[in-house]
């Protein structure tokens, strides 16, 4: 069985999961953590202790002198576009992080690389691997519901990720971009790839702007879909630091015939101290354990979407083809996410409902 030669392209909050991700791979023989690239040169050189990797900070430069299989980008929004089409071009699949990209013509420009250079285009909606949202959509798909009417998603931050993690570069995202965009993705996924129709949206600027951070507080949005479904969403970061968890989330659907609801914050883990008080944590989405050789290791549905990459490469390199792969989520998948959040932050701006179908 092949093992995938990977490498990673953004290693900061987030790109530290993927590198955990096929540094544990590599125990098992699935994939080799191979290089990594990242313009932050103290940082990279943090990572590269820790993993054991070739470092770079010309991401070209590592494209092109090491013999990779597949890459991930774990960048700003804004900026997964070059890094997926400069890959696709030299015949290296790719996991992008989500939104793929937040145009639709940037979404299509690197389906168009993928398809015409015959690699694989994944994109990580990790929410579709969490237990319990497939266990909705497998009521949902026996009929349990009826037929879905109309739902409700949130996702909310604290205010330590646009005003400490990435202030500049929350200036050029939104909550709509960073957040909703799990759930325009989800919606789509427990309803058996529903696409979004029209859109109507409104935004707040108050408390970022107040801290120097230009970027909307929050975005608010009804989506009506081609099933005839209306789902609202609401996505924030501005959530008090003192909030007992990083990230507040949930959804709910209601059908014909009865309604299902997910807490997808609180699983029901809580811990209490005299230094951080109450907390609440997510155990389905990471978790920590050593291994009997002392390694460790981490599990849940944020490794098992990065995991689901690399599996599928290896089964291409064994001569497998797109077919073989099962359901994953892919660039057209990528793109009707964006089109939901194209036509969110139209309607933000002008105060218009947006026809999607047009976009």
């Known amino acids: 069985m092949a093992q995938a030669r990977i490498g990673v392209i953004g290693l900061g909050e987030f790109g530290i999961q993927h590198l955990r991700c096929f540094r544990q791979m590599g125990y098992w023989g699935e994939a080799q953590l191979v290089a990594a690239c990242d313009n932050n040169e103290e940082l990279l050189e943090e990572r590269m202790a820790e993993f054991d990797f070739n470092g770079y900070t010309d991401y070209e430069e590592m494209l092109d002198n090491e013999d990779l299989d597949g890459i991930t980008v774990v960048t700003p929004d804004y900026l997964h576009k070059m890094f997926v089409v400069a890959a696709a071009e030299r015949g290296i699949h790719v ?8 145009s639709m013509e940037g979404c299509r420009e690197m389906i ?3 398809e015409s250079n015959n690699v694989l285009l994944q994109v990580d909606f990790h929410k579709r691997f969490d237990e319990y949202h497939i266990a909705m959509r497998q009521k949902i798909e026996a009929g349990d519901l009826g037929e879905i009417e109309y739902g409700y998603a949130h996702m909310e931050d604290r205010i330590e990720v646009p005003r400490d993690w990435w202030p500049e570069a929350a200036e050029k995202s939104s909550p709509g ?7 325009y993705d989800l919606a789509r996924f427990l309803m058996g ?11 707040v600027k108050k408390k970022l702007t107040s ?3 230009d970027a909307w507080d929050s975005i608010s949005a009804k989506v009506e879909f081609d099933n005839g479904a209306t789902i609202m969403f609401d996505s924030s970061w501005i959530l008090p630091d003192t909030f007992e968890a990083i990230v507040n989330q949930g959804i709910r659907m209601v059908g014909t015939d009865g309604l299902l609801e997910c807490d997808s914050q609180d699983r029901g883990t809580i811990t209490c101290n005299y230094d951080e008080g109450m907390a609440t944590h997510n155990k389905s989405f990471l978790r920590e354990r050593y291994d009997k050789q002392g390694r460790q290791i981490f599990e849940g549905y944020g490794m098992d979407s990065i995991a689901d990459f690399a599996r599928n490469v290896n089964v291409l390199l064994d001569g497998g083809t797109v077919d073989d792969l099962g359901e994953y989520p892919d660039g057209y998948d990528g793109l009707e996410a964006t089109r939901i959040g194209v036509g969110v932050h139209q309607s933000v701006e002008t105060g218009d409902l947006v026809d999607l179908t047009e976009l």
Do not use: C, Q
């Not at 790839?193 to 935004?203: P, Q």
């Open 95 to 102: 996991l992008s992080e989500k939104p793929l990209d937040v």
């Open 211 to 213: 801290l120097g951070v």
């Open 193 to 203: 790839g529903a696409n979004g129709t029209r859109v109507w949206a409104t935004g």
């Open 112 to 114: 168009e690389a993928a």
């Open 177 to 183: 971009w960073f957040l909703g965009i799990h759930f």
